[in-house]
């Protein structure tokens, strides 16, 4: 699977983005596609995840109530809204797809594929 993340840029605060992430191949829908970044000077961390099937969603907490994630199966695409974007917000966004066990899905081991990333500037 590779995967092509697009949509980041520049945005005021309190402003929103879309990112996309396309996959390549055909069993995109048996992968749940998650969502990480990371700001410079620290490391990845989760934002997001959506799974197969039922297409439950689980966020972090500084993503949650501004964020959400969402799949086309039929696009091979996975989306990320971002809405009331801070300057915190700022980071590299990297889509990722895997098939974690519920209790590794914030973990980025739990992850196999990777893209290869996309800027999210959020000015003050």
């Known amino acids: 699977v590779q995967l092509q993340a697009s949509g980041g840029g520049l945005v005021q605060a309190g402003g929103s983005l879309r990112l996309s992430c396309v996959a390549s191949g055909r069993t995109f829908s048996s992968y749940a596609m998650g969502w990480f970044r990371q700001a410079p000077g620290k490391e990845r961390e989760f934002v997001s995840t959506?799974?197969?099937?039922?297409?439950?969603?689980y966020y972090a907490d500084n993503a949650k109530g501004r964020f959400t994630s969402s799949r086309d199966n039929a696009k091979n695409t996975v989306y990320l809204q971002m809405n009331s974007l801070k300057p915190e917000d700022t980071a590299v966004y990297y889509c990722?797809?895997?098939?974690?066990?519920?209790?590794?899905?914030?973990?980025?081991?739990?992850?196999?594929?990777w893209g290869q990333g996309t800027q999210v500037t959020v000015s003050s």
């Open positions: 959506i799974t197969v099937g039922n297409r439950n969603t």
């Open positions: 990722a797809a895997g098939k974690p066990i519920l209790s590794s899905i914030r973990t980025m081991r739990a992850y196999t594929y």
